[in-house]
């Protein structure tokens, strides 16, 4: 059964800083990977997706990496903001009916 | 436009009473889902849908009955609500399975408070 798990589980960081969020899964038979960001009451926000044949994916100040192979994602934020306070989740579609199994989140804030 | 829209977002009700969560997605996708995520904030699939047809059922109490009327709504009833049904219950879409390029869009969840 697929397991995913994020390190940290929270983080805290002045505003500026680069950081790292890590995902890790124990089935590497996926078909792709999403990093969502949950807000406080509200819905999942797609952030990247990445395909099971790519390494990585970028999307402005956000970039994912992926190692299939060793069950490893992560990402990374450049120049931390106060509006990038958020929790981010990882999910990775390990099945042909679309599935997705989350791992439980890293709860970031950023402070001015 | 929300591609994913819950109501209610908010739901407060007595044990044993039944409710409905309703979701629309306006995508055009043919696939939908219901998750469940609980108080540690843990998300789990509950049903998906592909085309009104139950695909996935996982192990979830015969109280939740989802029903599609048509591929862009996906409605959750639960009979009998207990405590532990207590929870964020969220509505996703997506084309149907196309390997690495299947993308899951989410509504905004529906917290569902029994008591």
């Known amino acids: 059964k697929q397991e995913v798990t994020q390190i940290p589980a929270a983080l805290s960081v002045p505003e500026g800083e680069n950081l790292v969020l890590n995902c890790s899964f124990t089935?590497?038979?996926?078909?792709?990977l999403q990093w969502f960001r949950q807000d406080p009451g509200k819905g999942l926000t797609s952030l990247l997706l990445?395909?099971?044949?790519?390494r990585e994916q970028t999307s402005g100040r956000l970039n994912a990496s992926l190692d299939k192979s060793s069950g490893r994602s992560t990402l990374y934020i450049a120049a931390s903001q106060p509006g990038d306070s958020a929790t981010y989740l990882c999910?990775?579609?390990?099945?042909?009916?679309?599935?997705?199994?989350f791992g439980r989140g890293t709860q970031l804030t950023v402070w001015p | 436009d929300t591609a994913v829209s819950q109501t209610p977002k908010y739901l407060v009700t007595q044990m044993g009473n039944d409710k409905s969560i309703k979701c629309e997605q306006n995508?055009?996708?043919?696939?939908m889902y219901w998750y469940k995520q609980d108080s540690k904030k843990f998300l789990k699939i509950m049903f998906s849908?592909?085309?009104?047809?139950?695909?996935i059922n996982e192990t979830v109490p015969n109280r939740f009955s989802p029903k599609s009327p048509d591929k862009a709504h996906l409605n959750l009833h639960i009979n009998s609500l207990e405590l532990g049904d207590s929870a964020v219950y969220f509505c996703?879409?997506?084309?149907?399975?196309?390997?690495?390029?299947?993308?899951?869009?989410f509504g905004q969840g529906t917290r569902l408070t029994v008591v």
């Open positions: 849908y592909n085309n009104k047809e139950l695909i």
């Open positions: 990445i395909q099971s044949s790519q």
């Open positions: 996703a879409s997506s084309r149907p399975f196309r390997g690495g390029l299947t993308e899951a869009f």
């Open positions: 089935d590497s038979a996926i078909y792709n």
């Open positions: 999910a990775v579609r390990g099945s042909t009916l679309g599935r997705l199994y």
């Open positions: 995508l055009g996708h043919d696939t």
